[in-house]
């Protein structure tokens, strides 16, 4: 009954949530701090500690911080007003560096409607960026359908939206300039500012428009804009025997196509997403149910369900919970209504504005953490596993009929991805960008249960998730997602990009003393030691791949075996007694 209430609540109701806590904590002032993620844990459950944190307001202060710093020889790292990256990427070495926040870098620098350019701080948000461009009656073609990322954020780990069309889905393709503030020599006073463009000095542009924050500080990013236009959605549910020739068609005939993909079910959501002209008629919004202020108390209600179904191996409560869910999301389209208010049918037709992004649940109204985002660490709601990786477009329909042979190996192994509405995927190109998509590709975004007390807890079908996983990286050559992703995802990544040592070599050039750098970046580069963990357990958390059964959880019934339908994979599964 209170699940129910929650979505009456949401649906009918427009009050928010309590504002996100913020990821950095400090015990004295500014100072003795910790720093965490939006769900409160990072892949290796590790803390990160921090001397202290800085909150420059302008550049000139964003340039006072990273020259005494430099001076010092402390480590620098930056961190984002919700820090959504689910990687250490906000960590520093040990606890003597700096975290630089740009939570009050968030302002528009400059506007031009004739140029269709707007400059913003890097703090900005994605939801300030598009009402900003709406007020020029001018659009961001693509973006990432949550809107509670930065623009520096967005530039540092590569964030996208769904397109094959145009220069692809990722918003570093539609940037045009950059000002990055690095470390400087004696005779630079310790700091220099650059401005990166592609005519000016290409490479260094394109390092920094996917820099994992090793270059510097972003402070400043200019984008191209387009003359607004509006969308017409339909959801569309078919059974998915076809799929696989489906899903390498699709997004040419679709801009903004993207799939939920429900495997146990053996049905696709189809979404037909297209450029119609501003002045065709329609109010739509787009407004995610998921991304709504959800009542806590149902929140903790469907956290303990989840719980149960756990412990008790329950796949067939489990398979019912989910069918249910889906079904749901997918009766009241999503979220996305026709006029603001309530859903009347499709086609939905809205402007690009009201139709690319959302994420009510961020509104910083305070009620006392009685509704909230789903995944805030304050409340006993999701904690989960993302895996989310860009398997090449020519590997695309190999790659489905292999997740769907495991299906038939047992029909109810994949509902543990259905819980949060089954696997998402979206159309990415090919950029020019050191470190963007190297491929035309179509990116497989997994979302599962994750223990939040006992990371030696196995999970119901781990073995299946796993094998998806090493499936994608290993035999069909997929990237993750910057963003995302647990360690073994980037286990070597460095080498699928072509041009990683060009990028490593800006890297050099703008920050030679690596005070941005830290272990994580240097192993996830390639430039020293491996992001592996290899101990009692680790591959219970994507820390590693099993190589014995010591990694997975022999004392409950979990062994290190072969995959079932890519036998190279090794993967934690439970053996009967």
């Avoid at 999970?459 to 963003?483: C, F, N, S, T």
């Avoid at 070599?505 to 020293?528: A, M, N, Y």
């Avoid at 791949?545 to 072969?562: F, L, T, V």
Wanted: with cysteine; proline share 4%.
């Amino acid at each position: 009954m209170i699940v129910w209430l929650s979505v009456i609540f949401c649906l009918f109701t427009s009050a928010s949530s309590t504002s996100s806590d913020d990821p950095v904590k400090c015990e004295f002032g500014n100072t003795m701090c910790t720093v965490t993620n939006s769900y409160g844990a990072f892949p290796d459950r590790s803390i990160c500690e921090a001397a202290k944190v800085e909150y420059p307001k302008t550049e000139a202060e964003l340039v006072s911080v990273v020259a005494a710093a430099t001076r010092a020889g402390q480590k620098m790292r930056v961190v984002t007003r919700y820090s959504h990256s689910i990687p250490k990427l906000v960590c520093t070495d040990g606890k003597d560096g700096i975290l630089i926040s740009t939570k009050f870098l968030n302002n528009v620098v400059r506007a031009d409607r004739e140029a269709k350019t707007l400059t913003v701080e890097s703090g900005v948000t994605l939801r300030q960026l598009i009402g900003e461009a709406a007020k020029l009656e001018l659009a961001l073609p693509y973006a990432p359908y949550w809107w509670g990322l930065t623009v520096g954020g967005i530039m540092g780990t590569g964030a996208h939206g769904s397109s094959l069309w145009g220069k692809g889905s990722a918003v570093h393709d539609y940037v045009t300039e950059i000002r990055i503030v690095s470390p400087g020599s004696v005779s630079d006073g310790y700091v220099k500012v650059r401005v990166l463009s592609e005519s000016m000095n290409p490479e260094a542009f394109q390092a920094a428009k996917v820099s994992l924050g090793v270059l510097g500080v972003i402070s400043q990013v200019t984008f191209v804009l387009q003359p607004m236009f509006k969308r017409s959605l339909t959801y569309v549910m078919r059974k998915d025997s076809d799929f696989g020739d489906q899903a390498v068609t699709f997004g040419e005939n679709h801009e903004f196509a993207d799939f939920i993909w429900l495997p146990s079910q053996g049905r696709v959501v189809y979404r037909m997403d297209d450029r119609v002209p501003f002045n065709t008629s329609g109010d739509g919004l787009f407004e995610f149910f998921p991304f709504r202020p959800q009542l806590s108390t149902a929140l903790a209600v469907n956290r303990l369900v989840e719980e149960s179904e756990e412990a008790s191996a329950d796949s067939n409560r489990r398979c019912v919970r989910t069918e249910e869910t889906s079904s749901f999301l997918f009766s009241i389209s999503y979220g996305v209504t026709n006029n603001g208010l309530i859903f009347t049918g499709y086609p939905v037709i809205g402007s690009q504005d009201r139709m690319m992004s959302s994420g009510s649940c961020l509104d910083s109204i305070q009620d006392g953490l009685i509704t909230a985002c789903p995944w805030d660490p304050r409340i006993n709601g999701e904690f989960f596993h993302q895996t989310t990786l860009s398997v090449p477009l020519t590997h695309v329909k190999d790659f489905i009929n292999d997740i769907k042979a495991l299906v038939k190996i047992e029909p109810k192994s994949l509902c543990v991805l259905e819980g949060s509405n089954g696997i998402l995927m979206r159309y990415v190109t090919s950029s020019p960008a050191f470190l963007g998509k190297e491929k035309k590709a179509l990116d497989f975004d997994l979302t599962y249960y994750r223990s939040k007390d006992d990371p030696l807890t196995p999970r119901l079908y781990e073995d299946y998730v796993e094998e998806i996983e090493q499936m994608a990286l290993l035999k069909y050559e997929a990237l993750p997602h910057w963003g995302k992703n647990r360690n073994i995802a980037f286990d070597g990544v460095i080498r699928k990009y072509k041009n990683a040592n060009a990028f490593l070599k800006v890297k050099e050039r703008l920050d030679p003393l690596g005070l941005f750098s830290t272990e994580w970046t240097d192993q996830i580069l390639g430039l020293k030691g491996n992001v592996t963990i290899v101990k009692q357990g680790c591959a219970l958390e994507g820390l590693c791949i099993c190589s014995e059964d010591s990694h997975c959880a022999p004392n409950k019934g979990y062994m290190c075996r072969p995959g079932k339908v890519y036998r190279e994979a090794r993967v934690c599964t439970r053996v009967s007694a």
